[in-house]
């Protein structure tokens, strides 16, 4: 056998490796298709394996679509915590890096699962505790610094009023299937979030 021989034949995957390509090739298909086009079979043709290796991982559709989700969303993460020394530009910088690294990736989570929410009777919140998978979110971090610099009131920050800027930006995204513009960004934090939170 030649080394170009060698070089076409396939290397068999196993582990991280495999499951990396699976979930790759099962996002991709969620990504063109929808959660209605989506089955195991172009996923297994896709990732160029069987049927048999995905239902090992995953036994139904709905498991296999979670656990794409989920990677493909660790891959869009950005755990940077800005630091500008302002609350108000700290949460700026947040949600400009979301809109930079993720606004596409929220945009397909609306348009290409509502059949995967009708079916399972669940909805974006529910796929929201499966990316964020316990970690400590970055505006605890930043609220915590704030109070600390006397920005913030910590009698203020209950969870709704720690979830507004993040709420509004998810609605505009929502709404318009865009990234969300500068000054809107800046609008949620300056006339909404800043009144709210400030001793």
């Known amino acids: ?19 990396t390509a699976l979930l790759d090739a099962a996002w991709d298909e969620l990504v063109e298709k929808g959660y209605d086009g989506f089955t195991i079979d172009a996923v297994a043709e896709r990732a160029r394996t069987s049927r048999a290796v ?8 709905q498991e296999l679509v979670r656990a794409a989700v989920g990677h493909a969303g660790e891959r869009q993460r950005d755990d940077e915590i800005p630091d500008t020394g302002s609350l108000r530009d700290d949460v700026v910088e947040v949600l400009r890096g979301a809109n930079n690294s993720r606004a596409w990736f929220g945009i397909t989570m609306v348009m290409q699962l509502s ?17 964020m998978g316990g970690r400590v979110s970055r505006i605890e971090t930043l609220l915590a610094r704030a ?11 209950t969870p709704r009023v720690v979830a507004v800027p993040f ?7 929502m709404m318009t299937l865009k990234p969300v513009p500068d000054e809107v960004i800046e609008s949620i934090v300056d006339e909404v979030f800043m009144p709210l939170v400030r001793p």
């Open 115 to 131: 059949g995967y929410y009708a079916e399972t009777g669940s909805g974006l919140a529910d796929l929201r505790g499966t990316l």
């Open 1 to 19: 056998m030649t080394l170009k021989d060698d070089a076409q034949v396939p290397q068999r995957r196993r582990g991280a490796a495999l499951e």
């Open 54 to 61: 995905l239902y090992r991982r995953w036994a139904t559709k």
């Open 147 to 157: 109070v600390e610099r006397g920005e913030a009131d910590p009698a203020k920050l």
């Open 167 to 173: 709420d509004l930006y998810r609605q505009e995204l």
